[in-house]
């Protein structure tokens, strides 16, 4: 049995939190990137690494830094086809940016390699794409498993003072934010720092950043990022985004055609009636199929209205006020019998002698 020590906290020398990128990334701590599969945390994690090879800010870092050698480990893509290309686009200094060979050995967070590689290459950044590919056989639902494996990797973090950034995946379940990473809750727990990636509603080529742990400083600002077809990856700024209504919003592809002929027609029948032809004519001019309008069509409640033998489109709210006005005058002039009722026709259907309407 090993001799009983007891440290005393007045022995202790206090010391100032180091930063890879403040308040976002520690140095010498676990920060965990996650997000669902395509929403760009990746992209996000090599537009980081890009920027300490080269010393560019991150956003809200006002200095440049020094620029150091990053270890970028992943089992999901491939080196020369995606990984290098990205980083070329990104910038980078790929003379600063190693791979530990796993051609005889499959790393594993238990590696001594590791340590090895980052004390070696005097790595200032270690990423690892994706946690569950180097578990080495542990459960990763497993408490018992995953919490050696957690406290260890923390140990060398500490000892070599390097920024580690574990990329993971989100679960389906909903609830807390702390309970959505992909596994045990003791890999979140292990985290000083834990980013979450997703997708904006509407916004096609925007992602959002929110940092929703924070254990070393007051959480940071969410951000965003985009992709630009020409120039690829690009920082947005900040954005006015927290967790839960990240995690609650739809994870949607750009706007479909139901939503797209709803909008049309809310838009159009804002100020009032619009002919039934025209209303036709702009789900054509906009690709949207007929039955898909039409069905739009009566989820909003729109009502078609016959005036003069001429069929319109109307709010429903627009024809109760008309009728209330029309049935006041009728009453103020035909003692009540509503006469002005008789030159106004409302057909819920989208049929008539011509067609559609």
Known sequence: MPDLKIITMRDIESERVQWLWEPYIPQGKITIIQGDPGDGKTTMSLAIAAAVTTGAPLPGNC???????????????????????????????????????????????ADERIEQAITKMNAKLFILDPLQAYLGGTDIHSANGIRPLMKHLASVAER????????????????????????????????????????????????AVVHNKSNLAPNGTSLTFGFDPVSGFYWHGEYDISIDELLNAKKQQPENQFARARKLIENALRN??????????????????????YRAKSALGVISVKRNDI?????????????????????????????????LTIFDSKFTESGAV
């Open 63 to 109: 200095a440049c830094i020094t620029p150091d050698n990053v270890i970028f480990q992943t089992a999901e893509d491939g080196l020369a086809d995606t990984i290098k290309p990205r980083l070329e686009q990104l910038g980078a200094d790929c003379g600063r940016i190693h791979v530990i060979d796993e051609g005889e050995k499959t790393l594993s967070l």
């Open 272 to 293: 009032g009636a619009v002919l039934a032809t025209e209303m036709v004519k702009m789900a054509e001019e906009n690709d949207i199929s007929e039955k898909t309008f």
């Open 160 to 207: 070599t003072q390097c920024a580690v950034v574990i990329i993971g995946h989100l679960n389906k379940k909903s609830g807390k934010s702390q309970y959505r990473g992909l596994g045990s809750i003791d890999i979140y727990a292990a985290a000083r720092s834990v980013l979450t990636v997703g997708r904006i509603d509407n916004e096609e080529n925007l992602r």
């Open 311 to 343: 069929w319109y489109w109307e709010m429903p709210e627009i024809i109760v006020t008309e009728f209330r006005e029309d049935r006041q005058h009728g009453q103020d002039t035909q003692d009540g019998h509503g006469a002005a009722m008789t030159a």
